[in-house]
């Protein structure tokens, strides 16, 4: 019925304007199927797909341009990844590459082979086993981020895996989408020509390497100094665009240019920006549009949804499930525990593949193409993407429920995981803590100028003389290195309430008697982060209008 409605609403400016009635179909039906999911306790994610599904082709009713959604999702993938690289140093990838390289590359095998044995089993060859296994094994990078951002996990040790893990997937993917066509005749049952093959893969990589080392090289001179510069400007409009454009202009200029895909190129941008103090700042402006295109991501997976498949061919959609969330799963859990990290790490690294995405389409759009693939094939992916996707809410609430009743929601402390160098400890005594370098952060640190402080801060700090700890403030091993037993006051400066809360309760339990000063945008944050611990619980609004008040009493 809403899908009737809204028809009548868009079908009368489609023509004239189909990209106004996509984001007022899109959006629209996603606000409507959100809402109802979030009314009955479910993910609004499952209501975004439905959306997809009721403006399709497949559904009667209004249906929207799948090519130009499709360009739409694309924006929101270039600023998700944009926002993870404005979380993710460089130090941090490197830090990881010893369990994501090879995790990555044992898991995309294992998945391969388990969608090729369902190929054969289907009566395929082995050039359409061969996609159908690669379009299996790589995970959706969206649907990872967005989990991820809801639990807060992207600045952990966890989440820099998981995103490691997923890098590395996209840059086989990459590999794999420029290897197909000139292996296609030979998948097919032509001849293998070595030579060609050699010199399309060395041609790849050669511009792979020439754009990662122009962004280590030059964009880390030029992206930073272009934000400083707008920034003393004092426009907010000019530095908004400023960081949509290095995003968006970094992401195509690598799609075209070198031939690296535009998530990539989306996540180097954010990455090289983060050498920016402003890069807080970039994150915020460019929050509200992420999620915005992020909605029609999915609202685009599940145009391509055609529901039928699951009455007609069921017994191969429940095996293209099995082998996404459980074959993948399991081979991540038993790769990261080979490497001797935690249980916890290994649970969250299982979760976080348990689904298929943006990738898997366009692999499997390139073999229905080169006759690799028969339609079925990219049928049952599109079914196992839908359903994966749709469960993977769940699979991370069954995560979360487990490591909760096992009291594993932190690394253990007796386990350090390797990838993790040992922070050296403060010899500082009676001194000040500061959980957080941002705006907040940054002016109490210059407050305290010529006192004892103690900065915990993941990225760069650039006051000389203050002492930084670098690394997440929720880490027991980060306060530990800070030295709250013998401190006098920490400070929690960061806005999000549910890590200061745990960082608050670690830092109450080591000392009893410090004084603990927080900041909250909202009275439940105030109550939360109080009984949590927290002595005193700044207010931002709350304080600007006391002080206004104070003002006029003045006069």
Do not use: C
């Not at 707008?230 to 400023?242: K, Y």
């Not at 993790?420 to 005594?429: G, K, N």
């Not at 944050?525 to 003002?551: P, Q």
């Amino acid at each position: 019925m809403a899908n009737l409605s809204l028809a009548l609403i868009v079908r009368s400016m489609h023509h004239a304007s189909p990209l106004i009635a996509i984001l007022v179909g899109g959006l629209g039906l996603a606000f409507v199927f959100g809402t109802i999911a979030h009314r009955f306790k479910l993910p609004p994610l499952f209501g975004y797909l439905l959306a997809g599904v009721a403006i399709g082709p497949f559904t009667p009713g209004y249906i929207a341009d799948v090519g130009l959604v499709q360009q739409l999702a694309d924006i929101g993938i270039i600023l998700l990844m944009f926002g993870v690289g404005l979380h993710f140093s460089l130090r941090d990838l490197i830090s990881v590459k010893a369990i994501a390289v090879p995790g990555a590359v044992g898991q995309i095998a294992i998945a391969t082979l388990l969608g090729m044995a369902l190929g054969w089993w289907l009566g395929w060859d082995m050039g359409a086993g061969l996609v159908f296994g690669l379009a299996l094994s790589v995970a959706s990078t969206v649907v990872l981020l967005r989990a991820m951002q809801e639990r807060r996990l992207i600045e952990t040790d966890r989440g820099h895996i998981a995103v490691g893990w997923l890098i590395v997937e996209d840059i086989a993917m990459v590999l794999v989408l420029v290897l197909l066509p000139p292996l296609a005749e030979t998948l097919n049952g032509g001849a293998f020509d070595l030579g060609t093959t050699a010199q399309t893969m060395g041609l790849t990589l050669g511009k792979l390497a020439l754009f990662t080392a122009i962004m280590l090289v030059a964009g880390r001179r030029v992206v930073p100094w272009i934000l400083h510069y707008i920034a003393h400007t004092g426009s907010r409009e000019l530095f908004r665009l400023a960081v949509l454009s290095v995003a968006l202009g970094v992401a195509l200029g690598a799609a075209v240019l070198f031939d690296v895909s535009i998530a990539l190129g989306a996540f180097f941008a954010g990455m090289i920006m983060s050498e920016s103090q402003l890069s807080q700042r970039a994150a915020e402006e460019s929050l509200p549009l992420r999620d915005a295109f992020a909605v029609l991501f999915f609202v685009s997976v599940g145009m391509l949804f055609n529901p039928s498949i699951l009455i007609n061919d069921w017994a191969a959609v429940l095996a293209t499930v099995a082998i996404i969330v459980v074959g993948k799963s399991v081979a991540a859990y038993v790769i990261v525990r080979a490497f001797n990290h935690s249980r916890a790490t290994a649970l969250t690294i299982s979760a976080s593949l348990a689904q298929i995405g943006e990738f898997s389409f366009i692999l499997v759009g390139l073999g229905v193409t080169l006759n690799l693939l028969p339609e079925r094939g990219r049928d049952l992916v599109l079914a196992g993407a839908i359903i994966s996707i749709m469960l993977n809410p769940l699979v991370f609430g069954l995560l979360d429920r487990m490591l909760a009743k096992s009291g594993e929601t932190a690394e253990p402390k007796k386990q350090p995981e390797r990838i993790r160098e040992p922070i050296a400890p403060t010899t500082l005594t009676d001194h000040a803590v500061l959980v957080g370098y941002g705006r907040v952060g940054k002016s109490i640190a210059e407050g305290m100028e010529g006192q004892k402080l103690l900065v915990i801060e993941e990225g760069d700090v650039g006051m000389s003389g203050i002492e930084h700890v670098r690394g997440n403030g929720a880490r027991g091993d980060v306060l530990e290195a800070a030295n709250l037993k013998e401190a006098r006051i920490l400070f929690v400066a960061i806005p999000q309430a549910f890590e200061a809360g745990r960082i608050i309760e670690q830092a109450r339990k080591v000392n009893p008697l410090l004084l603990i000063v927080a900041r909250a945008h909202f009275d439940a944050e105030v109550t939360h982060l109080g009984n949590m611990g927290a002595d005193k619980v700044v207010m931002g609004e709350r304080e600007i209008a006391l002080a206004m008040l104070g003002f006029a009493k003045s006069q």
